[in-house]
């Protein structure tokens, strides 16, 4: 059995469902009516929930932050169009992460960490650092824009097409650290491309934290790139075709 740590920010995911049938009389936004809600763990959270139902042989720990954020979405049922996100209890009421002795213990011990870094406050890049420092096997997905040593103090960092583009370099081991999510193209890596043909997009929510479950799961078990990174397209095709955030 593989110990697998994850360490980052996690929040609970509101998605309100409603029919928009008409607009408000008082303002030209729509009128939601008959409402329905599903709450799901996200970020980190979410990161774990795919991990732990990938692989059963596994034991996935974490470590979040104790403030809760909520983010909570207004979605037409019919056509599944968000038409507002309201984020609340992250501006500012974060404590930063602290990097005990217990803790360095757990990461130590963990055959593999990931880091899902959404730049909440709760982790500095100096942590970030220190944490791939004491690693064995160490994945970041972050949304800062990271210093190069960052980058190479993982074993491999996830980026979106955005973060990509705020961390983008010609240093040949940089690149070698960096996988680039691409949305419904797939991903990228040293100039490869692995494309991805998901049967239907329906929400795109959370499927960042599936790649990033997939890639390490399938790692684990193969230690090859490439197999992990096609393993990881195929699971974020499962859950794009689904409503919500969701696992495979």
Not at 8 to 26: A, H, I, M, N
Not at 58 to 72: A, F, L, N
Not at 176 to 205: C, H, Q, R
Request: charge should be negative; hydrophobic fraction near 40%.
């Amino acid at each position: 059995m593989k110990k697998i740590l994850v360490i980052g920010e996690s929040c609970v995911d509101v998605f309100t469902y409603g029919d928009c049938k008409r607009l408000s009389p008082e303002a030209p936004v729509p009128v939601m009516s008959d409402i329905t809600r599903k709450l799901n763990l996200g970020m980190a959270a979410n990161v774990k929930n795919n991990l732990e139902v990938m692989s059963d042989e596994h034991h996935v720990d974490s470590i979040c932050q104790s403030e809760i954020i909520i983010k909570t979405r207004y979605i037409d049922r019919k056509t599944n169009h968000m038409f507002l996100r309201v984020d609340e209890g992250e501006y500012g009421t974060m404590i930063p992460f602290r990097l005990t002795d217990p803790i360095i213990e757990k990461i130590k011990e963990a055959d593999a960490v990931v880091v899902s870094d959404y730049n909440k406050g709760f982790l500095t890049e100096e942590l970030l650092q220190q944490i791939a420092e004491h690693a064995r096997f160490s994945v970041l997905d972050s949304k800062k824009k990271l210093h190069p040593d960052t980058i190479m103090a993982y074993s491999y960092v996830k980026l979106n097409e955005l973060e990509w583009e705020r961390n983008k370099t010609t240093n040949k081991d940089v690149l070698a650290k960096m996988i680039v999510t691409l949305g419904p193209k797939g991903a990228m890596y040293m100039g490869t491309f692995y494309p991805t043909n998901p049967k239907e997009t329906i929400d795109v929510s959370g499927a960042g934290d599936t790649f990033l479950a997939g890639f390490v799961t399938k790692y684990l078990e193969t230690e090859d790139v490439n197999i992990s990174i096609t393993f990881a397209n195929k699971m974020s095709s499962i859950v794009v075709s689904k409503r919500g955030v969701n696992t495979p």
